[in-house]
Every structure is written in C-alpha cells, then in structure tokens.
C-alpha cells in the first residue's frame, strides 16, 4: 500500500511563503472603505475581498497536487485504499491552507474595526468555506487534465478570472455564483441576504463534487479512466448551475436585504434616537444625538425618532449613517444630510436655476451643520459660491436666518419654489 | 534540434502562437473588466497582454520537456538548442507582427510581440532560476498582480507597463531586451530541475 506523502513535501507550503505577503499587499490595497467596527458581519463580508488570494493558493496547491496523482495513474488503478481516502489525503493541505489564509484575512480586516459583540455570521462563513472547496477542486480537475506546467498557471488564472470577471459582468446571477459580491454586505442596517449566501454555497458544494467525482475518474481512482467524464459529474454540474442560477435569480446587484428593526435600541426624552446594539460597542453617543437634533429650529419640523440607516428620511423619522468613533462634526453633517435628503430634485428649469439650487442646498446642508454643532467648527469641502453664500447667511440675525433656511428648504423639495437668495 | 522541435510539441506551438497574435493584434485595443484593488473599479486587463500570458505558457510545457533530466556536460549544447527552437516558434509570430505592423501602423502588432517578449522573459527567469517545470507561474503571477495591483487611481504602476499605453517601440524594446537577458541567464546557468512535486 502507498504511503501517503507527508505533509512537509506538500507544494502548497511552497505557495503559502508569497501568499502571504501577497494578502497583506492585497488587504492594504482594498482597504478604501470606511471600516464598521464591532459588525463581525461586516468583517466577515469584507475579507470575502481577500479571496482571491486564499482561493488562488487553494487552487493551484490542489492542481499540482492532482498532477502528482496524475503521474500515478496506473497505481491507482490498483490501489486498494478507498478513493475518498486518497482523494482528501490529496486534496486536505490544500483546503487547509486555504481556510488558514482566510482566517488571516479575517484578522487582517478584523484588525481595523474590532471590537463589538455581535454574532458570528455562521453563514457568511459556511459560504466562504464552500467557496475555496470550489476553487480547490477546479484546481484539482485542472491538475488531473493536464500536465502541471500548464495547469498550476492555469488553476491560478481560472481562479482569479471566476472570481473577477462574473463580478465585472453586468449579468448578475453569476456574481451570485462565484460569491466576491458578498463583499458588499453590509451596513448596520443591512443583513446578508440568505438567497445570496443559499446560491453561492449551493452552487459551490454541487460543483465541487462534479469537480472532484470527475477528478477520481480521471485519475483512475475509480478504475476506468475515461467514463467519469460523462454522468455523473456532468449532471452534478448541470444541477449545480441550475440551482445556483434559480436561487440567485430574484437578487439584484448586492447580496444584502434591510435588517429588521425589531433590533434597534432606542433611547432618548423628546427625540427616541435609535441605533443597533453594534453601534453602541464603543460608546453611547444616543444623548448626544439627541440634543444636536434638538438644536434645530422647531420651525424646519423637528422628527420623533432618529432611525440608523443609510436610506432617505421616512415618515418614521429622520435617518442618520452613524459610524462609532465619528465626530461632532461628522455626526451633525450626516444629520444634516439625512434631514435634506439625498435625492437630488429633478426639475425641468433654466441651468443657471438648477446650479443655484445646487448650491442652496450645499449651503442649507452647512447651516445645518453648524446650527447642531456649534463648537465644532464649520464643514469642509464646500464649494467657494456655496461657502460665500452660507457666510453670507450667518451674518443675518437669527429669524432672518430662520427664514432663509425655511425657504432654502422648501425650495430644494419643490420645483415651483425659487431658491432664496442671502438677503431674502 | 530538428528531434526537439518534432518531439515536444513546438510545431503545434507555432501554429497556437499565430492564432494568438492574430487575436491580439485583431482586438488590440479592447480590454476585458478585471477588478482592480488599486484602480479605478473595473479599469481591464488589455487582450494583447493576456494573448501573450497564454503564448508564454504554451512554450513552457515544450521547453521544460526539451531539456535534458540531468545536467550534464551537454548543458551548453542543451541550452543553445532549447534557445533555437525558442526562436524558431516565436519566428513567424515575430514575422506576422512585423508584416502586420508595417502594413498597419496603427494595429496592437508590436505590442503583442513586445509583450510577448516580457513575458517569454519572466517565464525564462522562473525557468532558470527556480523552477523549469513550474516556469509559467511567473507570468500568470505577474499579470495576476498587474491585475489586482497595477493600478493606483487612473495611474498604471511603472513595474505594469503592459497596462499602461506606450508607445509600441517602447514595448517592443523593453520587451526584447529583457528577452535577450533572460536568453543570455539561459545559455549561461540551463534550467533549474529540482522542483516538487
């Protein structure tokens, strides 16, 4: 009986010494996002960016690894271990080291927003798993195919092509499929969509047995060579896209849906601001929320709760994209931003008309701004027409200023309105 | 070096080689969206550089089986063969491109063979220096970084020039230098044998 080659021979150790680095390169670069501490689904979601490498070293360790097979067709043949026995003695390093740089990812994302107490998304994880099991055995097919010159290069190109080109399509079931846009999950008011996860994990574990059952035929662990091509792994395949693409069909480009409110906290006297319990990890900033909102002039309609989300304002209230660890400053812009609204209005009017709404509006936001936060200094970024004429504002006496902010708001809500001008 | 070129499959390379070249001279000027880390979104990878990516790995399974399993006292020889027949198979490719390149200035012909010759290149140098049988993991890793990390914002890396737009004798330059240096590592050090599995 063969022995089974030890682990220190194995040529995924050899891959492991530049994926390293290679995921901390990766993970510097995708760092753009704001991070959201204390969400470990956010965390989670987002190293799902990461794949690529984990994916990549799973792949290309299986491929070489189904290529030494490969060189023993006839032993296996004859071999009187069991097929699974070998195959996940050949398959397992590879597996291992690819859950082994993810979990790396994990921690290098984890590493900037820690912190929280939220669950464990057991499903995002149960995806990811599934999905390196997917790259590992287009790895091993590939290896069992052809020869390892061609396909250790080629297992690393099918891996990083399956996972960037479904994302860069516009058809978006595949993306679904190939499971990178789990990345997109989630805000604190979002949760990950269970069709997302249900089509990226389904997919993945009925293409990783078509992959694998036609590898064992290939490598002749099944006895005759060349029949394992057709049947089995072919229908495997065949139900594998087929659900996949059936329980991806109803998503849209994202692989999120709205969490239930049910799992707000709110608190407050007059104003109920509510925020999800992650948002509280590093601090209750509820009190300060409120009495920022309760800075604004009555007269603008001041909102019975304060919802975190990242939508537009509701009937329920006024929505605010609250971040832990964001400042003064950063909370009353985001307020501000809730209580105009981010849908731009529309109007069928002269160009000049719509620059100078534009420009209303940008000035209302920083009036707003600095009427919830005082202290905190005035908001940057703001175009030089606008800044003058939010200078311009502050310098009338408090009703005028009142007035101006009324009009200014009525104006950006309703086309017939004419935006004021400073002196108005 | 007739016996090389009958028994591993370079015949077969040569006609696979043209067809890329035509590819990546005919869609010369397309990219295909890849996600970029560094970039802007899905700023795509160029056809000719993935046209050349496949060409390079194509001569990798014929070069690593054309050298000798041992070294021996005919390494030199070896290493002037394998730098023949090498020749040999990129030859018409290398006369397509210029034919294509004088007739239509305009075309993605030298860019290809420019390419192609930056990529023969780093598979040569994986070849001599780590590993023959593994040799086109250099370049499927090199285009692999290009793609994720090539570029930062609008602006391509200068160690990704295939992603960036120079000017077609700048790539040719660039890439048969580095052609003739990886050449020259060859017939001076052969291919490096000892790899796993």
Known sequence: MRVPVPLRRRPVLVLLLPAVPLLILVSQASRTSDPLPGSWTWTVAHSVLLLIVPAAVASTGAALEASRLRTRRAENVVNTRSPTIVLLSAIWPSYAAGLLLQTGAIGLVAATAWGGSSAVPAGLLGAIAALLAFHLAAGFLLGSLLRPVHAAPLALAFSYCWLGFTGAVDWFAPRHLAGLVLESCCFYDEQPHGLAIAAAAAFSLFATSAFLSASAGLLGLLGEPRAALLGLPSLLLVLAVSLGLLLARPLG????????????????????????????????PRQRIEAMVLRLPAALGLPARVLASRGPATAEGLTLRYVPGMTDLQIAAALASGVQGDQLLQCSEPTARTIAREQVGDALRGWLTQRMAPSAGGESGMEPTAAALLAAVLRLPDDGQLRWASAASASLRDCAIVPPDRLS | MSFALRAHGFRRAVLIQLVLAALGVSVGGMTLPFPSLGGTGTAGLPVPVLTALAGSIVLAGPSAAAWPAARTNGVRSASATLIAVLGLTIGPTALLCGA?????????????????????ALQLAVGTWISARHQAMGPAVYVLLCALLGRSGSVVQPWAWPLADVPSEWALVFGLTALALALACLARFGLHLASTP
């Open chain 1, 253 to 284: 480009s994202t692989a999120t849906q709205p969490r239930d409110t049910a799992g707000l906290d709110c608190s407050g006297t007059r104003i109920a601001v509510c925020l999800y319990p992650e948002q509280l990890a590093s601090g209750d």
């Open chain 2, 100 to 120: 294509v390149a004088l007739l239509l200035p305009g075309a993605a012909a030298a860019d290809h063979l420019g390419v192609l010759a930056w990529m023969l």
